[in-house]
T-cell receptor, first 114, second 110 residues
Framework: DAGVIQSPRHEVTEMGQEVTLRCKPISGHNSLFWYRQTMMRGLELLIY????????DSGMPEDRFSAKMPNASFSTLKIQPSEPRDSAVYFC????????????FGNGTRLTVT | GENVEQHPSTLSVQEGDSAVIKCTYSDSASNYFPWYKQELGKGPQLIIDIRSNVGEKKDQRIAVTLNKTAKHFSLHITETQPEDSAVYFCAASSGDNLFFGTGTRLTVIP
């Protein structure tokens, strides 16, 4: 298995632009998580899907952030409009269970908003 | 909600020595405690986990201990090697959420 695949690996954009991050979870995993990692705040959960349905989006910072999971093999995280404070590494992870199951992380997307 | 504290934030050891990283948690309902290793430019990778029905678990050079009464758990790495150098995160879950510690940067000096 190729593991969790995220694209792009790096994204540099200007403030105000729309950014879309993509994730392909491990086949057969029914849970998908989006995390954001910064030096100041560590690993923060943004949203959690189970069987393609958003279960917990309490970590989504504000309305500028949205996430979708149209099918079991694809998810997107969109930021519109982007701001410099959104600069971070965004990770997607999948698992066979919920919060108390091992997470398999992708290698992340490093987002820089100038 | 849960509060997971991790210490130390940085740790340097000589190759071959042991390394210990400690975490405490606040929610007595937490029952799943994974440890992740993050290498530069990569996502965190699970290295070992423990559930509340056991007190210790070992996998080759890595072991985790859990003290539910005191609400703390620890990662032990023996015979450290340069490739053990990374950032290590503990986490705790009650099933409703998963909370990460702030990470420990381990450096193994050859």
């Amino acid at each position: 298995d190729a593991g969790v695949i995220q694209s792009p690996r790096h994204e540099v954009t200007e403030m105000g632009q729309e950014v879309t991050l993509r994730c392909k979870p491990i086949s057969g995993h029914n849970s998908l998580f989006w995390y954001r990692q910064t030096m100041m705040r560590g690993l923060e959960l943004l949203i959690y899907f189970n069987n393609n349905v958003p279960i917990d989006d309490s970590g989504m910072p504000e309305d500028r952030f949205s996430a979708k999971m149209p099918n079991a093999s694809f998810s997107t995280l969109k930021i519109q409009p982007s701001e410099p404070r959104d600069s971070a590494v965004y990770f997607c992870a999948s698992s066979l269970g919920q919060y108390n199951s091992p997470l398999h992380f992708g290698n992340g997307t490093r987002l820089t908003v100038t | 909600g849960e509060n997971v504290e991790q210490h130390p934030s940085t740790l340097s050891v000589q190759e071959g020595d042991s390394a210990v990283i400690k975490c405490t948690y606040s929610d007595s309902a937490s029952n799943y405690f994974p440890w992740y290793k993050q290498e530069l430019g990569k996502g965190p990778q699970l290295i070992i986990d423990i559930r509340s029905n056991v007190g210790e678990k070992k996998d080759q050079r890595i072991a985790v201990t859990l003290n539910k009464t005191a609400k703390h758990f620890s990662l032990h790495i023996t015979e450290t090697q340069p490739e053990d150098s990374a950032v290590y995160f503990c986490a705790a879950s009650s099933g409703d959420n998963l909370f990460f510690g702030t990470g420990t940067r381990l450096t193994v000096i050859p």
